[in-house]
C-alpha cells in the first residue's frame, strides 16, 4: 500500500500534536480522508499557555504558513528569565521565548483542519484501536500519556513509566509576567518553587511544584484543590499582585516519564505524549508533539509504504526525543533536590538554574546575557578574562594550575607490570597537554589483582623506579603538571583478555586465580569463579595497598587515587550485589565498608601527610537491588572522615547486567549532589567533551575537578586547545616553551579576499 495515497487517517486524540498531524497530511494530500476523534468537548482542555520555540515555529511556518500566520498573530514574545530566591530577584536576558494560549493554538488547528476537510469528532471517544487498524490506511495514536491506543497494543509497543517525586498543580493567574519565572518560597516544611510565564497580555500560566514530603508536610494532600489553589496564591501573593490562582480542571499530580520500546505497529503508530513525556520545566511538550507530526507527515510523503515511513519516522525523532528526555530528567532532578542547592550564593544558584538541563551553557550564556554571566563569574572568584577551568585548586597541600584532570585511562601495554617506553609517551605528551592533573591508569598492587597480562603495577621495585621516569620526564617537560597514580586490585574482574582481545573475556590459558568478597564470578557461565577472602587474605591485600603507596611516594607522584569503583576489589565490598558475606565484612553498609575503610586507613598513612588522596567511587550500580544513593552518601562521608580530601565520582561498571542511563555529561548529577550534600570536593567525570561542559558544571557548583578521558585519547593537547579556542594566555594553560609557536590555531585558508559590491 502506497504511504502517500493512504486515503484512510484515523488520528485519536485532538491535542496540538494530533490536529496538526491531521491538517498536515490532508493538506499534503487532498484526496485523504482525516478523522480526529476527540472525546472531549471542543471547548476543553488541560493547561493554559504553551510554549514554542523559533526552531519549531520555523518548521510550522515551512510546512503550513496559513496555521504559521495565525498563531504568529497570537503570540506574546519575551526574552528574560527572572530568578527569585530570598527576596531577591536576578534577571538574564536574550533567551527568546514565544508563547500563546492554549485553547487558541487549538482553535487556530481547529479551523485549519475544518479549512482543509478534516473531520473532528469531538466529545466522541474512538473506537478501538484493532478496529480502527482494521478499517483505516493509518492510525495516529496522539492520545496523551493515559493512550489507550498505547494500551492496546501494550505487549508491542512495550511502554515504561517512572514516576517523579515531586508534585505539581497547573494555574492560572490574570497578570501576564514580563519574563520567564522561577520563584522559590522557603516553607517550614521544605522548598516549594513556582514556574511562571506569560500566555497573552493579560494572563500567565502559574505551576507551583514541590518535593511530595513537601506536599504532604504542609497538608496539601488532605485538601482539596480549590484550598489547595488559595494557599498557593497566599505563598505567592508578592509575586501574583495580590491576584488569585485559578485552576480548570486542575488536581495535585507527579509527573511521569513515559518511553516506549516501538512507536508503530502494523498500521498504527504513536506521537508526542503517547510516545513519549518529557518534564514540563524544559516547556517541551507541545514541542515535541508538534515536531513529531512534522516528521510524520514528511516520512509519509517521502516513503511509498507506510511501514517503511513509520521506521522512517521513528528513526529521525528517537534521537531528538531521547536528548530531550535526557535534558528534561536533569531538569526535574534538579528541582527534585532543590533543597540541597538552597545556600549556594545567588548568582551561582541562578547560574545553576539556568544550566540545570545542559542545554543552556557557560558559554551561549555568555553570548546571550554577557553581563549576568560576569557577575556569575565575579562571585565564584573568578579572574576577568579567566575561563572558570583555568582557575587554581587547592586540594591538600597540592594547588593544580586548573581544573581539568585527564582521567585514568587502562592502556593494556605494560609488560610484568612495568610501564615502558608507550607509558613515557602516553603520559608524558597528556602532561604536556596543559592539565592540572593527569592521572595513570590503574596501577595494580599485586601481580594476582592485574585485569589482564598488560596492566601496570607497583608491587616491585622494577616498577617503581621505571614510574619515576615517568612522573620524572612529566614534571620537567611541563613544570607545574600533577600526576596522580591509581592504585587498584581487579578482584573478581581480573585474568582477562587485553581489551582489543575481548573486553572481560577470560585468557584462554595462563590464568590466574581470583579472589573477591564473595565467590561470586562477573559474568556467570563465563568468567572464572573467585575464591572469597579469608582474614588472612583480607590483611595480605591491605598490607599490599600500603606497600603500594610507599612505592606511588617515592616513585614521584603527587596525588594518590583508591580505586573503589567499577566492580573491582574494594568496590565489590561495597555493592550488596557482590558481598553477600555474614561476618564482619558483609552485611549492612556498615560491614561492607570496613574493609574498604581499613585499606584507606593503610594507605593514609603509608602516603606522605602532604599529598592529596581521593576516592573514586560508583555512585550506583545501574541495576536493580544495588547500592542505594543513600548509602553512596553514608560511604563517601566515611571516605571523607577518614582522610579523602576528595571523591572521583564515577558509576557503574559493578555488575555485568547493568543498565546504564547514558548522554552528555550523565554521571555529573551524581557529583553534584555529593558535593553539596557532604561539602566534599568531587571529581565529575563521564561523557564530557567540551571546555564548554567543563566551565559550566565548575560556575554552576556541580564540581571541582572534571576529568576527561575520549577527548584526550583523541587529542592529546585538548586542554591547551581549550585554551587557545577561547582565547586564554594565562598561567592556567602554560604551553611548553618548544610549542609556543603553536599555542594559536593554523589558518584554514584565505579569509582576506575583498567582499563583492553588487548582488545580483
Known amino acids: 500500500?502506497?504511504?502517500?495515497?493512504?486515503?484512510?487517517?484515523?488520528?485519536?486524540?485532538?491535542?496540538?500534536?494530533?490536529?496538526?498531524?491531521?491538517?498536515?497530511?490532508?493538506?499534503?494530500?487532498?484526496?485523504?480522508?482525516?478523522?480526529?476523534?476527540?472525546?472531549?468537548?471542543?471547548?476543553?482542555?488541560?493547561?493554559?499557555?504553551?510554549?514554542?520555540?523559533?526552531?519549531?515555529?520555523?518548521?510550522?511556518?515551512?510546512?503550513?504558513?496559513?496555521?504559521?500566520?495565525?498563531?504568529?498573530?497570537?503570540?506574546?514574545?519575551?526574552?528574560?528569565?527572572?530568578?527569585?530566591?530570598?527576596?531577591?530577584?536576578?534577571?538574564?536576558?536574550?533567551?527568546?521565548?514565544?508563547?500563546l494560549s492554549r485553547r487558541r493554538l487549538l482553535a487556530v488547528l481547529h479551523a485549519r483542519c475544518r479549512q482543509l476537510g478534516v473531520g473532528l469528532r469531538f466529545g466522541t471517544p474512538a473506537p478501538p484501536a484493532a478496529r480502527l487498524a482494521d478499517g483505516h490506511d493509518l492510525v495516529i495514536g496522539a492520545d496523551g500519556v493515559h493512550s489507550a491506543t498505547r494500551e492496546a497494543h501494550r505487549d508491542v509497543f512495550r511502554p515504561h513509566s517512572t514516576t517523579h517525586r515531586c508534585r505539581y498543580l497547573w494555574l492560572a493567574a490574570d497578570l501576564a509576567f514580563d519574563a520567564f519565572r522561577f520563584e522559590i518560597a522557603t516553607t517550614a516544611h521544605g522548598p516549594v518553587q513556582l514556574h511562571g510565564y506569560p500566555y497573552a497580555a493579560d494572563a500567565s500560566t502559574v505551576i507551583v511544584e514541590m518535593r511530595e514530603e513537601v506536599w504532604r508536610a504542609a497538608g496539601l494532600d488532605s485538601r482539596d484543590v480549590p484550598d489547595s489553589i488559595r494557599w498557593c496564591s497566599e505563598l505567592f501573593r508578592d509575586a501574583l499582585g495580590g491576584r488569585p490562582l485559578r485552576g480548570d480542571t486542575s488536581r495535585w499530580s507527579a509527573f511521569r516519564t513515559v518511553t516506549n520500546a516501538r512507536w508503530s505497529y502494523g498500521r498504527t503508530v504513536l506521537l508526542g505524549d503517547a510516545a513519549h513525556t518529557a518534564h514540563?520545566?524544559?516547556?517541551?511538550?507541545?514541542?515535541?508533539?508538534?515536531?513529531?507530526?512534522?516528521?510524520?507527515?514528511?516520512?509519509?510523503?517521502?516513503?511509498?509504504?507506510?511501514?517503511?515511513?513509520?521506521?522512517?519516522?521513528?528513526?529521525?525523532?528517537?534521537?531528538?526525543?531521547?536528548?530531550?528526555?535526557?535534558?528534561?530528567?536533569?531538569?526535574?532532578?534538579?528541582?527534585?533536590?532543590?533543597?540541597?542547592?538552597?545556600?549556594?550564593?545567588?548568582?551561582?544558584?541562578?547560574?545553576?538554574?539556568?544550566?540545570?538541563?545542559?542545554?543552556?551553557?557557560?558559554?551561549?550564556?555568555?553570548?546571550?546575557?554577557?553581563?549576568?554571566?560576569?557577575?556569575?563569574?565575579?562571585?565564584?572568584?573568578?579572574?576577568?578574562?579567566?575561563?572558570?577551568?583555568?582557575?587554581?585548586?587547592?586540594?591538600?597541600?597540592?594547588?593544580?594550575?586548573?581544573?581539568?584532570?585527564?582521567?585514568?585511562?587502562?592502556?593494556?601495554?605494560?609488560?610484568?607490570?612495568?610501564?615502558?617506553?608507550?607509558?613515557?609517551?602516553?603520559?608524558?605528551?597528556?602532561?604536556?597537554?596543559?592539565?592540572?592533573?593527569?592521572?595513570?591508569e590503574m596501577v595494580c598492587v599485586t601481580e594476582q589483582g592485574r585485569i589482564t597480562p598488560g596492566c601496570t603495577g607497583l608491587w616491585n621495585s622494577d616498577q617503581e623506579s621505571a614510574w619515576r621516569r615517568v612522573t620524572d620526564f612529566a614534571h620537567r617537560a611541563s613544570p607545574g603538571v600533577a600526576v596522580g597514580v591509581q592504585l587498584g586490585h581487579s578482584g573478581r574482574k581480573g585474568s582477562t583478555r587485553l581489551m582489543w582481545q575481548g573486553m572481560d573475556d577470560p585468557l584462554p590459558s595462563g590464568n590466574w586465580p581470583l579472589v573477591a568478597p564473595s565467590a561470586l564470578p562477573y559474568r556467570p557461565g563465563v568468567s572464572q569463579v573467585p575464591q572469597e577472602l579469608d582474614q588472612a587474605g583480607l590483611d595480605a591485600v591491605r598490607e599490599a595497598f600500603a606497600a603500594a603507596a610507599e612505592r606511588a611516594a617515592r616513585a614521584g607522584f603527587d596525588l594518590l587515587e583508591l580505586h573503589c569503583a567499577h566492580g573491582y576489589l574494594l568496590s565489590s565490598f561495597l555493592s550488596p550485589l557482590t558481598n553477600h558475606r555474614t561476618d564482619a565484612y558483609g552485611g549492612d553498609l556498615a560491614g561492607r565498608l570496613?574493609?574498604?575503610?581499613?585499606?584507606?586507613?593503610?594507605?593514609?598513612?603509608?602516603?606522605?601527610?602532604?599529598?592529596?588522596?581521593?576516592?573514586?567511587?560508583?555512585?550506583?550500580?545501574?541495576?536493580?537491588?544495588?547500592?542505594?544513593?543513600?548509602?553512596?552518601?553514608?560511604?563517601?562521608?566515611?571516605?571523607?572522615?577518614?582522610?579523602?580530601?576528595?571523591?572521583?565520582?564515577?558509576?557503574?561498571?559493578?555488575?555485568?547486567?547493568?543498565?546504564?542511563?547514558?548522554?552528555?555529561?550523565?554521571?555529573?548529577?551524581?557529583?553534584?549532589?555529593?558535593?553539596?550534600?557532604?561539602?566534599?570536593?568531587?571529581?565529575?567525570?563521564?561523557?564530557?567533551?567540551?571546555?564548554?561542559?567543563?566551565?559550566?558544571?565548575?560556575l554552576a557548583g556541580r564540581a571541582d575537578l572534571c576529568a576527561l578521558g575520549r577527548p584526550h585519547l583523541y587529542d592529546p593537547q585538548w586542554t591547551l586547545h581549550a585554551a587557545a579556542e577561547q582565547g586564554y594566555e594565562g598561567p592556567g594553560a602554560p604551553w611548553p616553551y618548544p610549542y609556543r609557536a603553536g599555542r594559536r590555531p593554523p589558518p584554514t585558508g584565505r579569509t582576506d579576499a575583498p567582499k563583492p559590491r553588487l548582488a545580483l
Open 1 to 99: 500500500m502506497a504511504g502517500r495515497h493512504a486515503v484512510r487517517i484515523a488520528v485519536v486524540g485532538g491535542g496540538p500534536g494530533g490536529l496538526y498531524a491531521a491538517a498536515l497530511l490532508k493538506r499534503l494530500d487532498p484526496d485523504r480522508e482525516v478523522t480526529v476523534w476527540e472525546r472531549n468537548p471542543a471547548d476543553r482542555t488541560f493547561g493554559f499557555g504553551v510554549v514554542l520555540s523559533d526552531e519549531t515555529l520555523g518548521g510550522i511556518e515551512h510546512a503550513d504558513p496559513v496555521v504559521h500566520d495565525a498563531l504568529r498573530a497570537e503570540f506574546v514574545r519575551w526574552d528574560a528569565i527572572d530568578i527569585v530566591h530570598r527576596g531577591r530577584t536576578l534577571r538574564s536576558g536574550g533567551h527568546g521565548f514565544a508563547a
Open 280 to 440: 514540563f520545566s524544559i516547556g517541551s511538550g507541545t514541542k515535541l508533539a508538534v515536531e513529531d507530526a512534522l516528521a510524520l507527515a514528511a516520512c509519509l510523503r517521502e516513503h511509498d509504504r507506510v511501514p517503511d515511513a513509520l521506521a522512517a519516522y521513528e528513526q529521525e525523532r528517537r534521537p531528538v526525543v531521547a536528548s530531550t528526555q535526557r535534558a528534561a530528567r536533569a531538569s526535574l532532578e534538579w528541582f527534585e533536590e532543590l533543597a540541597h542547592r538552597l545556600d549556594r550564593p545567588p548568582h551561582r544558584f541562578a547560574f545553576d538554574l539556568l544550566t540545570r538541563s545542559r542545554r543552556v551553557t557557560h558559554d551561549n550564556l555568555r553570548l546571550r546575557d554577557p553581563l549576568f554571566t560576569a557577575a556569575v563569574e565575579r562571585e565564584a572568584g573568578v579572574p576577568a578574562g579567566t575561563p572558570p577551568m583555568f582557575t587554581p585548586f587547592r586540594l591538600g597541600g597540592l594547588t593544580l594550575r586548573n581544573r581539568v584532570v585527564v582521567s585514568p585511562m587502562d592502556m593494556y601495554s605494560a609488560e610484568d607490570g612495568v610501564p615502558g617506553d608507550f607509558h613515557l609517551a602516553h603520559l608524558g605528551t597528556r602532561a604536556m597537554g596543559g592539565a592540572g592533573l593527569v592521572m595513570t
Open 594 to 698: 570496613r574493609f574498604p575503610l581499613e585499606v584507606l586507613d593503610a594507605v593514609r598513612a603509608a602516603w606522605p601527610a602532604d599529598r592529596p588522596l581521593t576516592v573514586r567511587i560508583s555512585a550506583t550500580d545501574w541495576a536493580e537491588g544495588g547500592i542505594t544513593f543513600d548509602d553512596v552518601l553514608t560511604a563517601a562521608a566515611a571516605f571523607a572522615a577518614h582522610g579523602a580530601d576528595a571523591l572521583d565520582v564515577s558509576t557503574g561498571q559493578v555488575v555485568a547486567d547493568e543498565a546504564p542511563d547514558y548522554g552528555r555529561s550523565y554521571q555529573t548529577p551524581f557529583a553534584d549532589r555529593i558535593r553539596n550534600s557532604l561539602g566534599v570536593p568531587v571529581v565529575a567525570v563521564g561523557a564530557l567533551s567540551s571546555w564548554d561542559d567543563v566551565n559550566s558544571l565548575l
